[in-house]
C-alpha cells in the first residue's frame, strides 16, 4: 500500500504513519525524521539544520533526491507512508513522476486538517517533550505559514484523484486511528 499523509503541523501525521507503518508493515518514510538524522558535521548536515531551525523548506532537489533514493530501497517494495512529502506543487509532480516511472501510484491520501490553534499547541507541547530544535514558536509559525502558503494547494492537487480521505484530526489519537484504519481496510 502507497499512502500518504497530509496536513499542517501538530495534526498528528507523525504519530499515526508510526502506527500505520508497524500495522500493515510498511515502512514511515518521513522527510522532517531523515533531514534530523543527518550529520551535523557535514556541509550538507549544517545547511539542512540551519535550514529547518528557521522553519523554512530544505530545497526541492536536495528534498525530492533523497526521497526517490529512500523509496527505491527494498523495504519499500511493497510499499510506504510518506510524512512530510511532498509539501509544494512541484514536490508533488516529483513524486507522481517518480511514481509513474516505476508504475506506481498512490492508494490513498490521509488529509488530517485541524485548525491552526490546535495544530500550534500540540506542537509546542511536543517541543518539552523531545527537545527538537525548530520547535520554537517563531518555527512552528514559520512552518504554517509556508503549509498554508505552499503546501494547501496541493489538497486540490489529491482531491481530484478521488483518493483523499478527510479525517477528524482533532479528535483523540485512538479516534483518528479507527478512522484510518476502517478507511484503509478498504483501501488494501
Ligand atoms: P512538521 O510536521 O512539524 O512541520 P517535519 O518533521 O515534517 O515537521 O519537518 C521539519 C522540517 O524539515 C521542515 O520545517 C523543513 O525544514 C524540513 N522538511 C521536511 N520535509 C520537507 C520537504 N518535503 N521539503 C522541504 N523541507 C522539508
Redesign the pocket.
Known amino acids: 500500500m502507497n499512502l500518504l499523509v497530509l496536513g499542517?503541523?501538530?495534526?498528528g501525521?507523525?504519530t499515526q504513519a508510526r502506527r500505520i507503518s508497524e500495522a500493515y508493515g510498511i515502512p514511515h518514510v518521513?522527510?522532517?525524521?531523515?533531514?534530523?538524522a543527518l550529520d551535523d558535521s557535514t556541509e550538507l548536515g549544517r545547511k539542512?539544520k540551519a535550514?529547518?531551525d528557521?522553519?523554512?523548506?530544505?530545497?526541492?532537489d536536495?528534498?525530492v533526491a533523497m526521497?526517490q533514493e529512500r523509496l527505491a530501497q527494498a523495504d519499500a517494495e511493497n510499499g510506504f507512508v510518506l510524512?512530510?512529502?511532498?509539501?509544494?506543487l512541484a514536490?508533488a509532480d516529483a513524486l507522481d513522476a517518480m511514481l509513474g516511472a516505476i508504475g506506481r501510484t498512490l492508494d490513498a491520501i490521509l488529509f488530517f486538517d485541524v485548525p491552526d490553534d490546535i495544530g500550534l499547541q500540540r506542537?509546542l507541547s511536543?517541543a518539552a517533550i523531545e527537545n527538537?530544535s525548530?520547535?520554537t514558536v517563531e518555527?512552528?509559525t514559520?512552518?504554517l505559514e509556508?503549509?498554508h502558503r505552499e503546501t494547501e494547494p496541493i489538497v486540490e492537487h489529491y482531491r481530484a484523484t478521488g483518493k483523499l480521505i478527510p479525517l477528524h484530526a482533532e479528535r483523540s489519537i485512538d479516534e483518528v486511528w479507527d478512522e484510518i484504519d476502517d478507511a484503509l481496510k478498504v483501501v488494501s
Open positions: 499542517p503541523q501538530g495534526a501525521k507523525g518521513s522527510t522532517g525524521d531523515m533531514f534530523r539542512v535550514i529547518m528557521a522553519g523554512d523548506l530544505v530545497p526541492d536536495v528534498t526521497i510524512d512530510g512529502f511532498p509539501r509544494n514536490q506542537a511536543r527538537r525548530d520547535d518555527a512552528i514559520r512552518r509556508l503549509y
